[in-house]
């Protein structure tokens, strides 16, 4: 072995939510941990989640909020450090947080607060933590230790554990090194493609809707049998908020979506009701109790916005209810990883396993994280797993 060589037992490629989390259980056991990471701090992510606060986790979690090719692999994982358990942790640093919408939990302050926990973690657990530090080669020796090469080195650990992330968010320093370690051990990789992320428009639409940017309208979005509801925002690029994001993960190239601006009214009945007791009122007027003007104007034409409630027919009403409530647009395409929250697709976790996320392939070799084929909803459930697969790893490595 040459001098220079740092020896350790666990070597974790990623100081992120799940490298973190992996370092600190590891470290409780004693074994001796060094996390190395390109960036030039710990933690980007975990900063900027949120809007700054941090969505660390949900009160509903299962299965279901999560995509992957083998929809029961995150089970175990979830089951064995659940959300109560990372709670537990953040009320034990007193960190104050919050209950928003659909079981999302925030920090009151600052997202800073949830990565100066798993720092201090990490710090009792005596975890070395080496940043700016860019890899170049992996090797696995005969004896089974693996050599790490380096820009600060050359590492050795029985232990490889890769916590690298996707290719989300560039600037927050995404890199596909952790595919490139899968693929060099024989790993099968499913495509990844963009989640939880805002779609263009086609051009005849973007021209359509260039007027209303900043409008945001509260909708359900469909797309195949799965569905979700939250608020719609129209952006000088296209479409997002909550339930555009959650619905691109569904999202395939070429499809349409369907959109419902007013789930909870009976519109049909809404424009009867009022055509008899209002009859001279303007469509336009009527919708504009229930929908912004300028979505009205942009949606149904001026023309049709201008009607009198009076001159319209029982099909033409229908007609409206349609294009009110199974509005359908197809999307030119995404906005790609560059404002991605997260990587769809991934590691196969047929490769892996479900308990310790160890390889089934190579001795030693562990994923855990985002760069492993498991995708979880906008709500905080990539937080979660995040903690509970590096969780897992942590006990074994």
């Known amino acids: 072995m040459s001098p220079e060589a740092i020896t350790t037992d666990v070597l974790i490629l990623g100081a992120g939510a ?25 933690g980007k992510k975990i900063l900027m989640s949120g809007g700054g606060r941090c969505n660390f986790t949900n009160l509903e979690i299962s299965a279901g909020n999560f995509i992957s090719h083998n929809p029961h692999f995150c089970k175990s994982a979830l089951s064995r450090y659940s959300q109560w358990d990372f709670i537990a942790l953040v009320n034990e640093y007193h960190i104050p947080w919050h209950e928003r919408d659909l079981g999302k939990l925030f ?42 090469h380096t820009s600060q080195g050359l590492f050795k650990a029985s232990a490889l554990v890769i916590a690298s992330g996707g290719l989300s968010i560039p600037r927050m320093c995404a ?23 805002p779609f263009t428009l086609q051009p005849q639409d973007k021209e359509r809707l260039a007027g209303l940017s900043g409008i945001a309208v509260a909708s359900v979005v469909s797309s195949g049998r799965i569905q979700f509801k939250g608020n719609l925002l129209f952006t000088h690029r296209g479409l997002s908020g909550p339930a555009i994001l959650q619905i691109s993960s569904y999202w395939k190239a070429g499809e349409s979506i369907r959109v419902n601006l007013l789930p909870e009214l009976d519109v049909v009945a809404f424009l009867k009701r009022r055509q008899a007791s209002q009859p001279n009122l303007k469509l336009k007027t009527l919708l504009a109790e229930v929908l912004p003007k300028r979505l009205i104007r942009a949606l149904l034409g001026q023309e049709s916005a201008d009607k009198p409630l009076q001159e319209l027919s029982q099909l033409r009403i229908e007609a409206l ?22 990587t769809l697709g991934g590691v196969d976790c047929n490769e892996l396993s479900s308990r310790t996320m160890e390889s089934r392939k190579v001795e030693g070799l562990y994923f855990i994280g985002e760069v492993v084929d498991v995708t979880g909803w906008l709500g905080g459930y990539n937080f979660q797993w995040a903690w509970s697969s590096g969780w897992c790893a942590g006990q074994v490595v």
């Open 321 to 342: 209810a349609r294009a009110l409530q199974h509005w359908q647009i197809k999307p030119g395409g995404t906005e790609g990883y560059r404002t991605a929250e997260v």
């Open 18 to 42: 799940a490298g973190l989390m992996c370092a600190i259980e590891a470290g409780k056991r004693g074994r001796r941990v060094v996390v190395v990471d390109h960036a030039d701090k710990p």
């Open 175 to 197: 890199s596909p090194i952790g595919y490139q370690i899968a693929k060099q051990f024989g790993h099968h990789i499913w495509p990844t493609t963009a989640g939880l992320v």
């Open 107 to 148: 920090c009151d302050h600052s997202a800073r607060d949830i990565l100066d926990m798993l720092l201090e973690e990490c710090n009792k657990a005596r975890v070395t933590i080496q940043l700016d530090c860019d890899l170049s080669t992996v090797e696995k020796s005969t004896t089974g230790a693996f050599s790490i």
